[in-house]
Structures are given as C-alpha cells and as structure tokens.
C-alpha cells in the first residue's frame, strides 16, 4: 500500500522474503565508498525516514568520552536539536560469511553512540545500521527486543527499512 512519495508498508511476511532476496544492486567498492554514497544521498534519506531537516554533517568524527574514544561514520545534525548516528557496513566480497557478524557488532557500536551522543548534546540520539543488504540473521537478532537502532538495506536508489527502531523506542 503506498503511503506517499517514499513510503510503501509491507507484511511481516513480506519483509522476511525481501530480507532473503539477493541484493539487486550491489555497492561497488569498499565500505567507504558505500558511506560516501549513503553521505551524497542523505538529504533525501533523512526525508524518507520523516526526520527533522539536517542542520549539520559530521563523517568519522573522533569523539572523546574522557575515558575512550568513539568514532561513528556519519552524524546527522538536525534543526530540532536532535541527532541521528549511522553505523556503515558492508559485506567483504572476500568473506561474505562475516556479514551477520559485522552487523550485529554494529548494533554494540550504536548502542555506544547513542549513549555517548545523547549525554553530550543533551538530547534525542536515534541510531541506524545501514548496510548495502541487511541480513535475515540480523533481522532475527531485533525481533522481539525492542532495540532503539532501526537497520536500513541501502542499494542505489532504494531505501529498505525492515526495522524501525526509533518507533518501537518511542
């Protein structure tokens, strides 16, 4: 059912069977050039996902704690005074095997920025892990925990959400 210029609602079903399809377009490249992409397309992926107007781009930004260092790939910056972090992965052609595991040590990286990030701007932090493909395996990992980090499938010029956690979070 279409919701308007971006959005189009599927069943649980059906978002189990597109997150085992094949990727129908595979990022060319390494993982930087798939942020690079995600970073020249993020006005209209903030528009998609309904978040405030962008303010602010931030990309492998260093940030101490003053007891550690983290370093999210690419930080959004909204009007409202809010922030988005997203957390790249992408698949190593090499060991395509190592997907699922890159992405659930994602989820421990955003819940991290989250935090951080929230303590330091005093406000509202949403996290995502965006990959070329989202797995299954990891799909399954969110069901049932109410997880706050919404995982976004990106591939040229589509935006899959098969989980959104700012909603569930609340």
């Known amino acids: 059912m279409a919701k308007g210029k971006y959005e189009y609602w599927l069943t649980e079903e059906q978002t189990i069977k597109e997150l085992k399809a094949n990727v129908m377009w595979e990022s060319v490249g390494n993982e930087k050039n798939l942020e690079d ?7 209209e992926i903030c528009e998609g996902l309904h978040l405030p107007l962008i303010e602010a781009i931030g990309r492998q930004k260093m940030i101490n704690t003053g007891e550690f260092f983290v370093k999210p790939d690419i930080m959004v910056r909204h009007i409202d005074g809010t922030m988005t972090v997203f957390e790249v992965k992408k698949d190593n052609a090499k060991y395509p095997s190592t997907g699922t595991s890159n ?3 994602a989820v421990g990286q955003l819940l991290l920025y989250k935090n951080v990030l929230e303590s330091i701007i005093g406000g509202l932090v949403r996290a ?9 395996r990891t799909y399954c990992a969110f069901i049932g925990n109410r997880l706050p980090i919404t995982l976004i499938d990106f591939q040229k010029d589509r935006v899959f959400v098969p989980y ?3 909603e569930i979070a609340g």
Do not use: C, P, R, S
Not at 37 to 43: A, C, R, W, Y
């Open 128 to 136: 995502a892990l965006i990959d070329n493909k989202i797995h299954y």
């Open 37 to 43: 992409n995600i970073v020249e397309n993020i006005e």
């Open 103 to 105: 992405q659930m040590n």
């Open 164 to 166: 959104n956690g700012w």
